[in-house]
């Protein structure tokens, strides 16, 4: 059993931290949200009222965090966790953000002498619940076999990117092409509907033809389609427009940092900007579908 520290409670980092515990380790939370580490105190873990005083004597550190200021708030300055840890602990920030601030936090880990890897996940909710996330790692390979046993309890695959940074880079190259194939197949069934086809019959097509892809043959957007999607539930749950824009910003500004070309990531970006303009930044991603949508 290692004492490990867990801050950032939220959707995805409580049943990640209920896993560890499940799995007998001995756990230190903190949350800003008092609310948010009470079904973990009910499970035996310990919470603190700081995330500096949450990780000592912790073998091991995750942060679960929204977003790039939240990361550098909870690991910088003189109360911030790179100061707050005792030195071998092992810093392992699951939260997708900008690459450039993990490999910002990650040389300021080794200046201090300590190892921090980025380990955002895919998977979702329903990933971080059954245990089955996937874990896309930057850093040193020695830091991460370090980390794969937590990471194993937590996930069912664990992929090493390449150095720091690496894992949010491989995130959002695979998230701006999750929303431009998700954008697409509403666009193709959207069409396919106005001209009176049947969306679940033209979903059935697609998924045994050339354009077949994930989320017509397992999130289809279109409602009645696949009863366990999101748009069978008017688009509850599931990955919100709102965290499908972040990560397309994202990706458009990892494109602009290496003056890379990214058309259609940047379309889509826009097109979930407006999605989510029009009040739907709680919805689920694939609610993108009402942009296309005859309301015929
Ligand atoms: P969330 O908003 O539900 O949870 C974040 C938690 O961090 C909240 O409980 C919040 O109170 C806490 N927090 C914020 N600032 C803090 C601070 N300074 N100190 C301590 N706690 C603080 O977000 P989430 O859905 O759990 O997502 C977390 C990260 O995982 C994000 O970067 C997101 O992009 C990524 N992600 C989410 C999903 C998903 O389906 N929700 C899937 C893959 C990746």
């Given at each position: 059993m290692d004492t490990i520290a867990f801050i950032g409670l939220g959707h995805m980092g409580k049943p990640m931290a209920l896993n560890l515990i499940k799995a007998g380790h001995a756990l230190q939370v903190y949350d800003v949200l008092e609310s948010s580490m009470a079904e973990l105190r009910q499970a035996g873990a310990r919470s603190f009222s700081s995330s500096a005083e949450s990780v000592?004597?912790?073998?091991v550190v995750f942060t679960m965090l929204p977003a790039s200021e939240h990361v550098r708030q909870v690991y910088e300055g003189p109360h911030g966790l790179l100061q707050a840890v005792e030195p071998g602990t092992l810093l392992v920030d699951c939260s997708t953000i900008e690459a450039q601030v993990s490999q910002d936090l990650a040389a300021q880990a080794a200046q201090r002498g300590l190892a921090m890897l980025d380990a955002p996940v895919s998977g979702g909710t329903a990933g971080a619940a059954a245990g089955t996330l996937t874990f896309i790692v930057g850093g040193e390979a020695q830091a991460l076999e370090q980390a794969r046993p937590y990471l194993e309890i937590m996930g069912k695959a664990v992929f090493h990117a390449g150095k720091a940074g690496a894992g949010q880079v491989a995130k959002i190259c695979n998230n701006m092409l999750l929303g431009i194939l998700m954008a697409g197949t509403s666009e193709a069934l959207a069409l396919g509907a106005a001209h009176g086809l049947d969306p679940q019959v033209l979903s059935s097509i697609i998924a045994r033809s050339s354009g077949r892809n994930w989320a017509t043959e397992l999130y289809n957007p279109w409602p009645g389609v696949m009863p366990d999607a999101p748009a069978s539930r008017?688009?509850?749950?599931?990955?919100g427009t709102a965290l499908m824009l972040k990560d397309l910003g994202l990706a458009t500004d990892a494109a602009v940092r290496q003056h890379s070309a990214t058309p259609l990531g940047e379309l889509a970006r826009n097109l979930y900007a407006l999605h989510a303009a029009q009040g739907n930044e709680k919805l689920d991603f694939s609610s993108i579908l009402k942009l296309y949508r005859n309301r015929s």
């Amino acid at each position: 059993m290692d004492t490990i520290a867990f801050i950032g409670l939220g959707h995805m980092g409580k049943p990640m931290a209920l896993n560890l515990i499940k799995a007998g380790h001995a756990l230190q939370v903190y949350d800003v949200l008092e609310s948010s580490m009470a079904e973990l105190r009910q499970a035996g873990a310990r919470s603190f009222s700081s995330s500096a005083e949450s990780v000592r004597g912790a073998r091991v550190v995750f942060t679960m965090l929204p977003a790039s200021e939240h990361v550098r708030q909870v690991y910088e300055g003189p109360h911030g966790l790179l100061q707050a840890v005792e030195p071998g602990t092992l810093l392992v920030d699951c939260s997708t953000i900008e690459a450039q601030v993990s490999q910002d936090l990650a040389a300021q880990a080794a200046q201090r002498g300590l190892a921090m890897l980025d380990a955002p996940v895919s998977g979702g909710t329903a990933g971080a619940a059954a245990g089955t996330l996937t874990f896309i790692v930057g850093g040193e390979a020695q830091a991460l076999e370090q980390a794969r046993p937590y990471l194993e309890i937590m996930g069912k695959a664990v992929f090493h990117a390449g150095k720091a940074g690496a894992g949010q880079v491989a995130k959002i190259c695979n998230n701006m092409l999750l929303g431009i194939l998700m954008a697409g197949t509403s666009e193709a069934l959207a069409l396919g509907a106005a001209h009176g086809l049947d969306p679940q019959v033209l979903s059935s097509i697609i998924a045994r033809s050339s354009g077949r892809n994930w989320a017509t043959e397992l999130y289809n957007p279109w409602p009645g389609v696949m009863p366990d999607a999101p748009a069978s539930r008017e688009y509850e749950g599931g990955f919100g427009t709102a965290l499908m824009l972040k990560d397309l910003g994202l990706a458009t500004d990892a494109a602009v940092r290496q003056h890379s070309a990214t058309p259609l990531g940047e379309l889509a970006r826009n097109l979930y900007a407006l999605h989510a303009a029009q009040g739907n930044e709680k919805l689920d991603f694939s609610s993108i579908l009402k942009l296309y949508r005859n309301r015929s």
